[in-house]
């Protein structure tokens, strides 16, 4: 097939960085005066975005899209794997639901995705100067390779040459790169055009010797090691993997004189967590993501039940944590509670699943603090909306992606109002309250209302605090990689 220019970047191992590389390196060649789009042919992640052609794609292609200049399209991910249960996931395949499969079954059928991966790697690539490429997981992970579409079974069949990342904050790197070398097939290795380190703290220069054996038992050069960029902390995080680096055992408050104090559960199958990210940062704002095993904190002032991309099990999951019982002995103390979707779901009094939604059919008892039920049946709601708060007076823009409808007197006394109509519920006090709507907290004008209500100053800008990130990222990109190298290998897959 005929490509545009492009360059994959792939890792020893997952979360060693390759999403927020492509960003930053998508930032950084945007700034050159290119037209760069993002791509990923498969992506495993409950943390999605919806495009506006439309359909889902993961959260790290849209703040990639973000990072270009451009609006997300289903096309930057056509396949999207959203786990359901320890060995089955939804399958997304360019933006719309095509199922749901176990673990072996997908590694069986995947090869027949390719053609649609290379249908939306087309179309990402017209008009474009560049587009960058982000694996998924490790081509290490041989075991995986025949019907490959993630790395190099995608890098091959396009013809799209490969950067090996390294993350050296984790340990290992020499063996991980040198390793990834020994056990990949000649024709694979083949496609690998060099290799860079991430997340360098230090001086860099105690690294030169490293890189000297590195390329003396690989072949591969440098492009450059790239220092740990405490910016990338101000963007939105794909992976739950770094929920274990919010989460604390101990009481909120503290001495840092924050004012209002917000714990989140961490759910099995918690969905979306990205919602958070605008608390997590805002100066007057303590947040905390409450592992299993742990109590909901007694000092909490608003308990937010997240998103879940498997509503019945993980409310199983919550009261298997006994959370029911300290959510409803803070509900007594006179705290505050916010569900969001999945977590709206949760909070009313029954959820039902007759076609087997999300797992065999049935139901299961609500919490009860909001007067709803909800019923999961009919075509997943993905859309972009805006509308205003319950007192008309304050604007807000997110977007739905769910399966359900919700119904009941609670609905009465809505959260929010769209075009359609009211949206969410609350209780009669208006402690409890819920809706369908993610992203409300990006909103620096909605989140301003919010924390207000709790008598708590917001001060963040936040689309200006990510975009600045992003050039941060991108300025270290310039300063620290070969990126005239890694242009000329996109535009000369033989370089």
């Avoid at 087309?122 to 081509?139: F, K, W």
């Avoid at 020994?182 to 703290?201: C, H, Q, S, T, W």
């Avoid at 990338?232 to 274990?244: F, K, S, T």
Wanted: net charge neutral; hydrophobic share 40%.
């Amino acid at each position: 097939m005929t490509r545009p220019p492009a360059l994959m970047i792939q890792g020893t191992g997952s979360d060693v960085g390759k999403s927020l590389l492509v960003a930053a390196l998508a930032r950084a060649f945007v700034h050159r005066g290119l037209r760069v789009r993002p791509f990923k042919p498969q992506n495993m992640s409950n943390n999605a975005a919806v495009t506006p052609d439309g359909g889902e794609i993961g959260r790290a292609q849209a703040l990639q899209a973000r990072a270009c200049g451009v609006a997300p399209s289903i096309h930057m991910n056509p396949v999207l794997l959203k786990p359901q249960s320890d060995i089955g996931a939804q399958v997304i395949v360019q933006g719309r639901m095509v199922g749901t499969s176990r673990a072996a079954d997908y590694q069986r059928r995947k090869g027949e995705l390719l053609a649609a991966v290379l249908d939306s790697f087309t179309r990402v690539g017209e008009g474009a100067d560049l587009v960058l490429v982000e694996g998924a997981g490790s081509p290490a992970e041989i075991n995986l390779r025949p019907r490959d579409i993630a790395n190099m079974g995608f890098a091959r069949a396009a013809n799209v040459p490969v950067i090996l990342a390294g993350d050296i904050d984790r340990g290992g790197v020499i063996a991980s790169i040198v390793g990834t070398h020994a056990v990949v097939a000649p024709e694979d290795r083949a496609m690998i055009r060099g290799y860079l380190i991430n997340k360098f703290r230090g001086d860099i220069s105690l690294f030169d010797d490293g890189l000297v054996e590195i390329t003396n038992r690989t072949g591969w050069p440098s492009f450059g090691v790239l220092p740990f960029q405490p910016a990338a902390a101000r963007l939105p995080a794909e992976d739950a993997v770094v929920l274990d680096q919010w989460r604390t055992g101990g009481p909120l408050g503290g001495k840092d004189g924050r004012q209002l104090r917000i714990a989140v559960p961490m759910l099995s199958r918690i969905a979306n967590f990205d919602d958070f990210d605008p608390l997590r940062l805002e100066p007057s704002v303590a947040i905390t993501m409450v592992p299993p095993g742990r109590p909901l904190p007694l000092d909490a002032d608003l308990i937010i039940l997240p998103g879940s991309k498997a509503t019945i099990a993980d409310l199983q999951f919550f009261r298997a944590q006994g959370w029911d019982i300290d959510l409803m002995a803070h509900v007594r103390r006179g705290g505050h509670v916010l569900g969001i979707c999945g977590g709206y779901q949760m909070l009313g009094r029954h959820i039902d699943d007759p076609d087997g939604i999300e797992g065999p059919p049935g139901g299961v008892t609500g919490l009860g603090l909001l007067d709803v039920t909800t019923v999961l049946t009919g075509t997943k709601v993905l859309t972009a909306v805006s509308g205003i708060d319950a007192s008309g007076t304050v604007p807000f823009t997110g977007y739905e992606m769910h399966v359900g409808v919700t119904q009941g007197p609670g609905r009465d006394r809505p959260l929010l109002h769209l075009p359609g109509g009211p949206e969410g519920a609350r209780s009669a006090d208006g402690r409890i309250a819920g809706c369908y709507i993610h992203g409300l907290f990006n909103d620096d004008g909605f989140r301003r209302h919010f924390l207000a209500g709790f008598g708590t100053i917001a001060g963040l800008a936040y689309d200006s605090t990510v975009d600045a990130a992003l050039d941060e990222l991108a300025a270290a990109c310039e300063r620290h990689l070969d990126m005239d190298g890694l242009l000329r290998c996109a535009r000369q897959p033989g370089c």
